[in-house]
């Protein structure tokens, strides 16, 4: 497609439920992150992958949290025994380079709002 | 994104510029960004500056930046109400590649 695509678009599930989230990057990209925005919290960092090197992990809130990349392509974000302060918007964004030093746009997509009831 | 601070709140009439402030922390980012994120979407770059250069003009808007004080501003002359949104100022982390975002700041235009 032509931008960064994730599904679903809204999530509500109940506190101990495990849920996967996906993300489609742009075609071609080689990076794909992982942010979390929270209602009063802004965005933080989740989880960073680069082409076939291990990911960034340290942004993971806990071990409940596991992110694959598949192909280099498609991402999944799993949450094990959801929390109600897991509720938020949860978006991915992928990027041609995703190296250091170069300003490397980073393409969001629109988000999966997760409710933990 | 506890690094980068930024105000809530700017209200502005339509016609009028619109100035969003921001202080970062990390000194060694070497690119910061501006991106808008409208109602239901995700975020949209509108503009980055690289760290040796003071000012960086795109059409409506100029970005300043102020390494000395790490601060970092974005001007939007002749705000319309389709410049309504949250905008975010963000900076490279340490690793170089993700980026620690403010909290945001919402620009309401009124007519």
């Known amino acids: 497609g032509a931008g960064v695509s994730q599904s679903p678009s809204n999530k509500v599930t109940e506190k101990g439920k495990d849920v996967e989230l996906r993300c489609d990057p742009i075609?071609?990209?080689?990076?794909l992150y992982w942010y979390r925005q929270s209602l009063g919290q802004g965005l933080e960092f989740l989880i960073y992958f680069q082409g076939n090197s291990a990911p960034d992990k340290s942004g993971l809130p806990s071990d409940r949290f596991s992110a694959e990349r598949t192909g280099g392509s498609v991402s999944t974000l799993t949450i094990q025994r959801t929390q109600q302060e897991d509720s938020a918007v949860y978006l991915c964004?992928?990027?041609?380079?995703?190296?250091?030093?170069?300003?490397?746009?980073?393409?969001f997509g629109p988000g999966t709002r997760l409710t933990v009831l | 994104g506890e690094d980068v601070e930024q105000s809530l709140f700017l209200s502005v009439r339509e016609g009028d510029s619109s100035v969003i402030n921001c202080t970062y922390t990390d000194s060694s980012s070497t690119y910061l960004y501006w991106y808008k994120q409208e109602p239901g979407a995700g975020l949209q770059l509108l503009t980055y500056i690289f760290s040796n250069m003071d000012m960086k003009q795109d059409q409506r808007l100029t970005v300043l930046l102020n390494k000395k004080d790490k601060h970092l501003s974005l001007r939007i002359a002749d705000t319309q109400t389709g410049d309504s949104a949250i905008y975010f100022c963000?900076?490279?982390?340490?690793?170089?590649?993700?980026?620690?975002f403010g909290k945001g700041t919402s620009l309401l235009v009124t007519p």
């Open positions: 075609s071609g990209h080689t990076a």
């Open positions: 963000a900076e490279e982390q340490n690793s170089g590649y993700a980026l620690n």
């Open positions: 964004a992928s990027s041609l380079v995703g190296l250091a030093g170069d300003s490397d746009t980073q393409y």
